[in-house]
């Protein structure tokens, strides 16, 4: 059971939000010493349990350098981002003539994910497109279709510009083969000489993405209901009180 | 034949250019600390494999390190949000083209390798994708450097920018998965599996073990606010030895969509700050500081079917 005092420390460390990479090796070396240790144990059994662990960690490292050799794919997304892509981006979804905060919403769904998919999941995220456009644009559609809006509906709005984008994005990135998620599983099954190609991790990550677009598409059509039903009525509401 | 090994070799002149432009960056505060962190990863892609295990591990405690007491951001030259949005306008659309480079090379590199003859003679069968995706990036910044003529240095510099906005969590998949196999070694997997085992009856039969594991993945997610953290812990605890070994399981589709089903508690915790409480504080909400705030909260009625989903799909694709 003390070996679980590994995970404990993991929790520990995202609770007092410590540097991850920090709560990791902490947690590493927690389980291996508690692994190692017994009533019995003197200071030599614990250093080399230490030493051991940190060469079990390191071979681990070493085996699994290809998760991060994704990172290379910045040198062409920077080029691109460098002539506008990110722009570009903008202009699009800018051009969405969407007349609801639902539909609106809908499109960019698509486009997140379709372009999470691609392996292009630096497109969106919440500073870059959430923020400066997708949340005012959904503000935007709902105050031209029923004035000015209630800070209740206003906020709920924005949630859900941020909700859309979390989910087109988790949905979406494991469909490419190199993202970090479906490396990790190759990792992991390596380890247990379980061999898989990443290739075969992403397609089956298809049914996943189309039963999240289904219910997320649901999601913001009855988001849409819900707005008309509220604000529809909220000018005489307002004008009684 | 073009093997992981030359890809790693690319990577690491990567890793290795990003430090030495970091080095003679004076806008960085703490320019000699972020050039030794990537000094440090171009040295494990270029020579991890002679610097034995124990040396590994001394690298990847020297990385936390400087993780831990701070990195700085540089200022590479780029061009001017009046720049792109010209270039974006003049451009227009053909400029999604070229990012489809990359994936369109290394799904047919891939392909090639699995179902033709000369595929396997190019490629490493064994590592295909992945050098397909180098061969994939290499192409593209050819094609880009053709097309859109920016200084030599831009790709580099345009990596190293968006590399410095990462940071070290650049590294955090990595270091999960050796933290993976620290579990691994020491049976954390079979102690969870065990309490799983204790409580749940049943779970060598399909259904219940692929319920216990997805919903297990979810809660882990939600308590320690990643799925790559609850991952190995929860496969190697009841995806394999329940999900895969006992009742048959085929392990890409279990651990494809076990992962998924993390994702769905990601959804729903305020663990995973990045995605659930940044959103809150940039959009203002009131109630950002909640442990439900807005975000989670619209993002908890996709959250629950889609688990729900998860489990359903995995229960009738996993076992072909």
């Known amino acids: ?67 991060s050799l994704t990172w290379v794919l ?22 969405v003539k969407a007349a609801t905060v639902g539909r609106l919403l809908w499109v960019y769904l698509l486009i997140r994910q379709g372009t999470s998919a691609l392996g292009l999941t630096s497109l969106g995220g919440h500073p870059q497109m959430v923020r400066p456009l997708v949340a005012p644009m959904a503000e935007g559609a709902a105050e031209a279709k029923f ?25 979406g ?43 997320h598409s649901l999601r913001l059509w009855l988001l849409d209901r819900h707005l008309t039903r509220t604000l529809s009525k909220a000018p005489t509401a307002e004008a009684a009180q | 034949m073009i093997t992981l090994a030359y890809a790693y070799i690319v990577v690491g002149f ?16 703490r320019r000699a600390r972020t050039a030794l962190f990537w000094a440090l990863l171009a040295t494990s892609f270029w020579a991890g494999q002679f610097l034995g295990d124990l040396g590994n591990g001394l690298l990847a405690l020297a990385l936390v390190a400087l993780a831990a007491i701070g990195l700085g951001q540089g200022k ?89 906005s990462v940071g070290w969590a650049a590294l955090l998949p990595q270091m999960l998965a050796s933290l993976g196999a620290v579990f691994l070694a020491a049976g954390v997997g079979d102690q969870v599996g065990r309490i799983f085992a204790e409580y749940i009856p049943m779970l060598d039969t399909k ?15 939600i308590i320690m606010g990643n799925a790559f953290a609850a991952f190995p812990v929860m496969t190697a605890a009841v995806g394999l030895p329940f999900v895969i070994i006992a009742c048959g399981g085929d392990p890409a589709r279990v651990c494809a969509i076990g992962m998924l089903a993390g994702f769905c508690g990601t959804l729903m915790t305020p663990m995973a700050a990045n995605f659930n409480v940044v959103p809150a504080n940039l959009l203002e909400l009131p109630d ?33």
């Open chain 1, 74 to 95: 910045l040198v062409a997304i920077g080029l691109l981002e460098r002539a506008g892509l990110q722009e570009r981006a903008r202009i699009t979804i800018a051009n």
């Open chain 2, 14 to 29: 990567f890793f290795a250019s990003i430090s030495i432009l970091s080095l003679i960056d004076r806008a960085n505060p």
């Open chain 1, 173 to 215: 990135e494991d469909i490419f083969i190199a993202i970090a998620s479906i490396l990790l599983i190759k990792g992991f099954l390596e380890g247990y000489d379980i061999i898989v190609e990443p290739f075969e991790l992403s397609v089956w990550a298809i049914p996943t993405a189309i039963a999240a677009l289904a219910i």
């Open chain 2, 288 to 320: 950002r500081k909640a442990a439900l705030n807005g975000v989670i909260r619209a993002q908890i009625p996709t959250a629950l079917p889609l688990l729900i989903a998860n489990i359903v799909l995995m229960r009738l694709l996993a076992f072909p």
């Open chain 2, 76 to 164: 590479p030259p780029t061009t001017t949000p009046e720049q792109r949005r010209e270039s974006a306008e003049r451009r227009g659309n053909l400029l999604f083209l070229p990012a489809l480079i990359i994936p369109a090379v290394a799904l047919g590199g891939t392909l090639a390798v699995q179902y033709t003859d000369w595929g396997p003679v190019i490629i490493q069968e064994q590592h295909k994708t992945l050098v397909s995706l180098v061969i994939g990036v290499l192409i593209a910044v050819t094609v880009l450097m053709i097309w859109l003529r920016p200084p030599v240095l831009a790709p580099l510099q345009e990596g190293r920018r968006l590399m410095d």
């Open chain 1, 147 to 171: 004035g000015a809006l209630p800070d209740r509906e206003r906020y709920l709005i924005r949630s859900h510009a941020a909700a859309t984008d979390n989910i087109g994005l988790f949905f």
């Open chain 2, 207 to 221: 259904t219940v073990a692929v319920a216990a594991y997805c919903i297990g993945m979810a809660l882990f997610t």
């Open chain 1, 1 to 67: 059971m003390l070996v679980l005092l590994g995970i404990g420390v993991v929790v520990f460390g995202f609770i007092v939000r410590a540097n991850p990479l920090l709560v990791v090796m902490a947690a590493a070396l927690t389980t291996g010493l508690a692994a190692a240790w017994t009533p019995a144990a003197d200071i030599t059994t614990m250093t080399n349990a230490a030493r051991d662990t940190l060469a079990t960690f390191g071979k681990a490292f070493n085996d699994s350098r290809y998760i």
